[in-house]
Nanobody, 126 residues
């Protein structure tokens, strides 16, 4: 059974940076696209970024393009989300999730993902 654990969240000032990590265990990560999602209070969960099995395809929500970078290290079974130039609107609980994939694609749709982590809080505040 696939397990995902997020880490790296915290409190940061606007304009600051954080790097989130998603550690995957239980099954080899090689066959899974991994996505990052976030949910702010009172809002629906939304896709932030995703990376395909081999890392060749990366997608980003328009709101984070140019500021966030996703990467994966299959040898370490870990996916990272580097978040720069953080804004107040980035405050949310961030989740990583896994989607079993045969192709080098990834989706920002929550319905694609069957395994989820517990989330890590990111708070951007002055």
């Amino acid at each position: 059974q696939l397990q995902l654990v997020e880490s790296g969240g915290g409190l940061v000032q606007p304009g600051g940076s954080l790097r989130l990590s998603c550690a995957v265990s239980g099954l080899p990560m090689d066959y899974y696209a991994i996505g990052w999602f976030r949910q702010a209070p009172g809002k629906e969960r939304e896709g932030v970024s995703c990376v395909s099995t081999g890392g060749t395809t990366r997608n980003y929500a328009d709101s984070v393009k140019g500021r966030f970078t996703i990467s994966r290290d299959n040898a370490k079974n870990t996916v990272y989300l580097q978040m720069n130039s953080l804004e107040l609107g980035d405050t949310a609980v961030y989740y990583c999730a896994a989607d079993r994939q045969l192709f080098s694609i990834c989706s920002l749709r929550t319905s694609r993902y069957g395994s989820w982590g517990q989330g890590t809080q990111v708070t951007v505040s002055s």
